[in-house]
């Protein structure tokens, strides 16, 4: 399959605040397998803004994206072009296999779904600043005893995901702490409030900020809901799309370069063409040629 076109669900905004949403994809050829091939580590979001930054080819006027870019989009961007990605590569249909999250059962079940049922939310206010007023009960207290109501933040991308996303095993608060430091511009008439201002939010006025910064971001629906055949009771767990579709892609290097050798070898193509060949392509020409030796084995 060859690019395809989407948009964006938020929008990424340049530095003289055009918002850019439609988006040039192109499928993960043998270049970014060999990224992905033999990786031991959970995907990281670097790793999507690696991938992204390699198959994003234009993003509104901007072309040629750079890695800067592909870690500036909002969150939900990033998860909806990764839904794309895979689309564009594998198809639109998932096959999964998660566990079933009750204790006493934990069998394998199965989840079926297309990429194009996950629900998306588009952003209706493209910010990038947003503003908030906190509840009085929420309002925070200076050190010099001035009360502040006004937040001023930006949404979440992927730099702070780069950054935040190792600690929240760690300590889920200290990370939130950290994320909100990124994020909030003002608080009141402090600019910039940084790590120590904002640990002294109440607990209250972290909540309020994360609600509102949920209610006007986009969105990517990726909690599924499933029932079990084992023990018949249903649920909902976060499907782990980075970590599934990464997943997929996992040959091991030796493979990959085999099959490149397979085809150079019959076909004269160089290395070049056949690793920036997409993965589909790469396949049907080894299937054909298979196909094609099997013929004339039987003919001989
Ligand atoms: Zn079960």
Redesign the pocket.
Known sequence: MDKTMCLLPGGYVDKDTVVHRDVELMPLSGREEEILADRREPASAALVTAILNRCVRRIGTISPISEEDARNLLVADRQYLLLKLREVTFGEQIFATIP???P????S?DIDFSVNDIPVRESEDKGPIYKMTLSSEAAFLSDHGEVYHEITFRLPNGGDQEVVSPLISENEARALTMLFGRCIQDIGSLKNPGYELISKLSPVARMEIEKRMKEVAPKVELTMGAS??????E?SVPFDLQEFFFGELRTSRDLLYREVHYLAYHYKWSEREIMEMPRAKRHKYIEVLADEIERLNNAS
């Open positions: 079933c999250p009750w006493d059962c934990g069998k079940v079990c055949p084992e023990c018949g009771r649920f």
